[in-house]
Each structure stands twice: as structure tokens, then as C-alpha cells.
């Protein structure tokens, strides 16, 4: 079973950066791929952005310009830096570990809360 580390979290002023890790731990972990998602109380996860362990990425709009996700897969790490935040960037934002085994559903990180002050 794979567990997911998750740390970077915190509280920052708008305009600077924040950079989030998630480590992928226990068992054969093999990686197809990783991403990270955004929730805002009351709402559903938004996808912010995913790599696969080639490295090819997929940002969502809002976050596309000013975020970049990364990865060590010699670690089994995957690295979300996030760029000249704003307020609306804030909530808790939550890793995922999609494994080669697709038929498998993918194991969630418990999330770290990113608050960002105007």
C-alpha cells in the first residue's frame, strides 16, 4: 500500500512563492502518474495539475502560467511550485499517486493547507 507524505504547506502573502512536495512511500511504487488538486470549503477538489514519470505535464487554466510541477522519480517525489500566489489560490491542496497498475484506484495525500494573504 502506498502512502503519501505531503509538506510546504503554510501561510504566505500574496505575490511570493510556496513550494509543496509529496513523497510516494511503502510498497513497489511504481508511478504512471502524480498530481496534485485544490479544495475550498464547500466545494469539490479542482485539478490543478498532473506529470507523468516521463515528465510530461497538464496544468489546468487558472494555475497554468504561474504554477510548475516537477518530479524526482528516484525519490518518488513530485514537487508543485506555485508562483506569485493570490487569495484565490488558497484552500487545502491534496496529492495523488496513480500507480502503472490502472485498474487500481489512485491513493490520496492527506492534505496541506496553502493560505495566502492579500
Known amino acids: 500500500q502506498v502512502q503519501l507524505v505531503e509538506s510546504g504547506g503554510g501561510s504566505v502573502q500574496a505575490g511570493e512563492t510556496l513550494t509543496l512536495s509529496c513523497e510516494a512511500r511503502?510498497?513497489?511504487?511504481?508511478?504512471?502518474?502524480m498530481g496534485w488538486y485544490r479544495q475550498t470549503p464547500g466545494k469539490e477538489r479542482d485539478f490543478v495539475a498532473s506529470?507523468?514519470?516521463?515528465?510530461?505535464?497538464n496544468y489546468a487554466d487558472p494555475w497554468k502560467d504561474r504554477f510548475n510541477i516537477s518530479i524526482n522519480t528516484s525519490k518518488n517525489t513530485v514537487y508543485l511550485q506555485m508562483n506569485d500566489l493570490k487569495a484565490e489560490d488558497a484552500g487545502v491542496y491534496y496529492c495523488?499517486?496513480?500507480?502503472?497498475?490502472?485498474?487500481?484506484?489512485?491513493?490520496w495525500g492527506q492534505g496541506t493547507q496553502v493560505t495566502v494573504s492579500s
Open positions: 495523488y499517486f496513480q500507480s502503472i497498475r490502472i485498474d487500481r484506484p489512485p491513493s
Open positions: 511503502g510498497g513497489a511504487v511504481k508511478i504512471n502518474h
Open positions: 506529470i507523468t514519470r516521463g515528465g510530461a505535464t
